[in-house]
């Protein structure tokens, strides 16, 4: 399982180490844990290296990747599996996590996260490929549920079964990306409350929140997952009934573009643990607490 802390957690910029470094020598519990995108940590050194050396003395650890393309047919890029390895190795970090999404055809990058079928066919390449990355790092991931915009009618399968055999074939946990969530379902017309109902809350290792942009269709809204303002409030609402159902897990604000001062963010991580320290009595027999996670 992840050890990340079951806490709010922030995704790091480097705008925001001096704030950041300021409010843990306040606080050493104000943030529970910070995440970076792998690909952005590649290189050897610099400042970049320097601030989240200084940061991961002090704090938990997620490295997201962006960049595997689990879901594309094509054979996953040894060079850049080497590359995080050497980057895991490195840092040492609590959670790896990435995308049930693909992002390269043919030796080419095409920077988006795009959708995939469901089916038995693409189950066996995600689960090759998922199996393929632990064995190459060593270590357990995480998979998130996507943010999509179109549906294929060849998926024979919903996407909480998809992710949950997954999950029974090779081992993995999951990340509930609940912006995500929200961003579909309004996206497909569908109910938000039954596709969380579908997906396999007890695999939940981490949960996603971030902002999401709105473009008026003529059939109604279009929800972008853009990461760029604050969580809206159906997306808490779903935090909390996640947070009744199973007590909290690790919670991290993704906060990409447009990219606010620390006190803006800073108060996105309070609502959170606010949130998750409201937590009653989990439901059910895959109830976890912060005292079953490991150090």
Known sequence: MSGLPAAAG????????????????????????????????????????AQLAA???????SLHGIGLSIG????????????LR???????PESFSEHLAWSSHGGGYLADLLP??????????????????????????????????????QSSIPEGEFLAAVAERTGCGLLLDLNN????????????????????LSLAEEIHLAGHAEESLPDGPLLIDNHASPVADPVWALLAE???????????????????D?????????????????AGQPEGPAARTSREQPA
């Open 10 to 49: 922030i995704g790091f910029k480097p705008v925001h180490f001096a704030a950041l470094r300021a409010a843990l020598g306040k606080d050493p519990a104000a943030i529970g844990f910070i995440e970076v995108h792998a690909e952005t940590y590649m290189g050897e050194g610099g400042l970049l290296h």
């Open 55 to 61: 940061l991961r003395q002090d704090l938990a650890l």
């Open 72 to 83: 594309g047919p094509d054979p996953l890029d040894r060079a850049h599996l080497a590359r």
């Open 86 to 92: 050497r980057l895991c190795d490195r840092y040492q």
């Open 116 to 153: 995939l079928p469901y089916t038995s066919e693409t189950l066996g390449i995600v689960a090759d490929h998922v199996d393929e990355v632990q064995q190459t790092l060593g270590r357990r991931m995480l998979l998130e549920n996507p943010a999509t915009y179109v549906l294929f009618e």
């Open 181 to 200: 969530l929200f961003v579909s379902a309004t996206n497909h017309r569908r109910d938000v409350d039954a596709m969380l109902a579908g997906f396999p």
């Open 242 to 260: 996640v947070v009744r159902r199973v007590g909290p897990l690790p919670t991290l604000i993704e906060w990409d573009n447009d990219v606010p």
């Open 262 to 278: 620390w006190p803006v963010l800073a108060a996105e991580a309070e609502r959170a643990t606010a949130i998750l320290r409201s």
